[in-house]
């Protein structure tokens, strides 16, 4: 069972001090339906893959800008794994305690062993605005990358940033 949930995110992250920006919104799925909402206008949004090495003991969180398309065998490469494969919802639970639709850099908080790797296009770094779902789709938050990336690596979890 996940340890946070939305309410439980958001409140985290203003009993540790960090400043955000929230927009509420409906339920969004794909980058097209943020851009619909007009969350998009709002700063830099990622678009994040949750995947996995061939054998399944190795997981990734990969955010890139919004517009960008990943090719998973350049992905791996830069990540120094084998060959990877989008995790399945069941694994999504276990790992990050969220549904399709809600996968964030801000999941580590539900990574208790830290066993999930963060990566970020490089891309993205030192960005003063990154939309992220405070681990549901129903809200984007933005907030610094550079808070972002303490909080990854304040949970325990690796973090790198790649070019993809």
């Avoid at 809600?102 to 993205?124: G, K, T, Y």
Wanted: aromatic share 8%; hydrophobic share 40%.
């Amino acid at each position: 069972m996940a340890k946070y949930d939305k309410a439980g995110c958001l409140k985290w992250l203003d009993d540790n001090g960090y400043k955000y920006d929230k927009i509420e919104h409906s339920a969004v799925f794909t980058m097209e339906e943020m851009e619909v909402a007009g969350i998009t206008k709002k700063g830099d949004v990622v678009k994040n893959l949750f995947v996995r090495n061939a054998k399944g003991d190795k997981h990734y969180l990969v955010s890139v800008v919004e517009n960008k398309s990943v090719d998973m065998t350049k992905l791996a490469l830069a990540l120094g794994s084998t060959r990877l494969s989008f995790a399945s919802p069941e694994r999504m639970d276990k790992y990050l305690g969220v549904k399709q639709g809600s996968v964030s850099p801000l999941c580590v908080l539900n990574d208790e062993n830290h066993e999930v790797v963060v990566a970020f296009d490089q891309s993205l770094m030192g960005k003063d605005r990154i939309g992220v779902h405070p681990l549901e789709n129903t809200a984007t938050i933005f907030m610094p990358f550079k808070d972002i990336k303490k909080i990854v690596e304040g949970n325990g979890n690796k973090f790198m940033c790649i070019k993809i």
